[in-house]
């Protein structure tokens, strides 16, 4: 059965410093869309990405976040400048139709 | 703004026994409901959904949901409970054109042998 895989599992980066997280969704999807989860706390919303736009963001998603789809299988999620406050767990998600979400495995990321 | 409610931080069930897991939902439509667990290290997986038809929707693992709509809620259900269902579970509501999913806060359950 086709599954969202993200890379890498676990990142662990300075304060300050750019990091990239990848993520290949299902192939036939077409709907994208990252959360994060940081520890203890819910699963929160951060953007969807649909017709090589992204269609919603929420207030997290600042300008020190970015996303792309470089090719036809990747879709990353790129934080510029890294905070404290950035460190969790960032979940990829894809859909076919908008209904049901595939997760990734996600990747834990820890600011230093 | 559509979102859902939680109300048990960790709900304790002992191995065999029924388990609920509860959770209301606010929304100015039809809601689009689901239900996500997250095992330990492990990414959210999808349990069930509700979008219309019969109130109660059975999912992966044995786990089933009733939709009452004159409550508001959408909780979660097993006849009999395994250890290996302890986990985090979510609850979360469909919102916006863009099908953007609104998460709980979560529910720990803690299944005891």
């Known amino acids: 059965e086709p599954e969202v895989t993200q890379t890498p599992s676990h990142q662990v980066t300075q304060m300050g410093q750019e990091v990239i997280l990848r993520c290949v969704p299902i192939?036939?999807?077409?709907?994208f869309y990252w959360y994060r989860q940081i520890l203890g706390q819910k699963v929160e919303f951060l953007v969807s990405?649909?017709?090589?736009?992204?269609?919603?963001k929420s207030e997290i998603f600042d300008d020190q976040f970015s996303v792309e789809r470089p090719d036809g299988s990747n879709f990353t999620l790129k934080i510029r400048s890294t905070k404290l406050e950035d460190s969790a767990m960032y979940f990829c998600a894809s859909s076919e139709g908008g209904r049901i979400r595939e997760f990734g495995p996600g990747t834990r990321l820890t600011v230093t | 703004a559509q979102s859902v409610a939680q109300p048990e931080d960790q709900v304790n069930v002992a191995e065999g026994n029924p388990l609920t897991v509860k959770c209301t939902y606010s929304v100015s439509g039809n809601p689009y409901l689901f239900w996500y667990v997250q095992y330990p290290n492990r990414g959210l997986q999808f349990l069930l959904k509700?979008?219309?038809?019969?109130?109660l929707v059975k999912g992966s693992y044995g786990f089933e949901a009733e939709f009452n709509k004159s409550q508001t809620s959408f909780h979660l259900k097993k006849p009999s409970a395994l250890v290996s269902d302890s986990a985090l579970y979510f609850c979360?509501?469909?919102?916006?054109?863009?099908?953007?999913?609104?998460f709980g806060k979560g529910t720990r359950l803690h299944i005891l042998p």
């Open positions: 990405f649909y017709n090589n736009e992204i269609s919603e």
């Open positions: 979360a509501v469909r919102e916006g054109r863009d099908d953007k999913i609104i």
């Open positions: 192939s036939n999807h077409l709907y």
């Open positions: 509700y979008i219309t038809g019969d109130n």
